[in-house]
């Protein structure tokens, strides 16, 4: 199958590598001519396990192409993908600017019959939104369907290759058939494909990150009733977490979450319930707890200075939002590294992939190091926010050579309370006891 996706962001990449990998032609479309550039020469722009292999296999085997012509990406297609950002405005809801001014261009080129996938996140309603733009411009026939993406920076591939479930929205029986054909050697396995009306699919999404953030969020508030009743977080996550009920995953206690989704989706989601003057009062209190969370450790690290960070040199480990990925929008680490900048200290940080964009924003009194020891060469403490699994096993007694203090902060619990008696630290954690020399 001949196929288009418009955008070259971390979905439409991915999107388009993907599909060609199970055999269709792409053609990715992008109007920023560098970007499409180096595209063409072969330069993957993000950072995802995987990814490079299949992008240069397809490109080298004709599969995969790219090109700023909108007209021109998407001659022969029959699908094509919106795979564009959906920023926040400043009151929270989806921004859809570029979704609906690319849908009134696409209703001006397509001549046959065609299906708009909606795979970016888009507010309940945008379906139709879409479908009036593009019938404004064109006497064709065509469809309008949402198809949600559930992608894990990390775990992209994977999670596209290999999907829990396949979500089309669509109550058109033609593009029903098409999508679920496209969908097919994905899902050979039996993991389903489930066809439901364009809103419900619309709405799934915002409920699938909504939950999870909700689920990050109740986590972290018993970890810091933890601290105040002397309990270990990681013990009742794992009593709770064996409860299949509940499940295992998204039960680790840390200084909140971030990145390009759950941020979003959820403030989204909460305007969206505004608009239908419906008080969403689980999805408030997410928000602000997670605020809260962020820098959570801040004030720890005050307390233990008295207050006075001024000239102190903190080593920071982990400036993506999550592992195995170069995004750091959203970080905790940001937030985390603005705090102690505000107070005078000054910050040495490391990451394995997202260094470079954190090097670009110019941050002042930060020096982004080239290793993790670098960052503790006469360091009063450490800071961890990102649980990267080279951080999981350091040389404790080399980083007790290197930093001025034995003080570690960690944002995402990563080391065995008795290993850091073992080996002296001053160690403070989430929901769990202090250590303390």
Known sequence: MKISVVGTGYVGLVTGTCFAETGNYVTCIDIDKEKVESLRNGIVPIYEPGLDVLFQRNQREGRLKFTNDLAEGIKGSMVIFLALPTPPNEDGSADLNYVIDVAGQLGALISEYTIIVNKSTVPVGTTELVSDSVSEKTQAEFDVVSNPEFLREGVAVDDFMKPD????????????????????????????????????????????????????????????????????????????????????????????????????????????????????????????????????????????????????????????????????????????????????????????????????????????????????RDADALLIVTEWPVFRTPEFGRMKSLMKNRLIFDGRNLYELDTMRKYGFNYISIGRKEIHD
Do not use: H
């Not at 679920?180 to 419900?200: A, H």
């Not at 986590?219 to 009920?245: F, H, P, S, W, Y």
């Not at 680790?252 to 319930?273: E, H, M, N, R």
């Open 165 to 376: 479930r396949v979500v089309i929205g669509t109550s058109a029986k033609r593009a029903a058939a098409i999508m679920k054909e496209l969908y097919s050697p994905l899902v050979r396995q039996g993991n389903p494909v489930l066809i439901m009306d364009e809103r419900s699919a619309e709405m799934t999404k915002y409920a699938a990150n909504s939950f999870l953030a909700t689920k990050i969020t109740f986590m972290n508030e018993i970890a810091n009733l933890c601290e105040i009743l002397g309990a270990d977080v990681d013990m009742v996550r794992k009593g709770i977490g064996t409860d299949n009920r509940i499940g295992k995953r998204f039960l680790f206690a840390g200084i909140g979450y971030g990145g390009s989704c759950f941020p979003k989706d959820v403030q989204a989601l909460a305007k969206t319930a505004d608009e239908a003057n419906y008080n969403f009062k689980i999805l408030n209190a997410v928000m602000s707890v997670n605020e809260i969370q962020k820098i959570k450790l801040i004030q720890k690290i005050k307390a233990y200075f008295n207050q006075d960070l001024k000239g102190k040199t903190i080593a920071v480990w982990g400036l993506a939002f999550k592992p195995y990925t170069d995004d750091i929008r959203e970080a905790p680490s940001l937030a985390n590294i603005q705090e102690l900048v505000n107070e005078g200290a000054l910050i040495k940080a490391y990451d394995p992939e997202a260094a470079e964009n954190v090097t670009k924003l110019s941050l002042p009194q930060v020096l982004v190091c080239e290793d993790e020891y670098e960052t503790l």
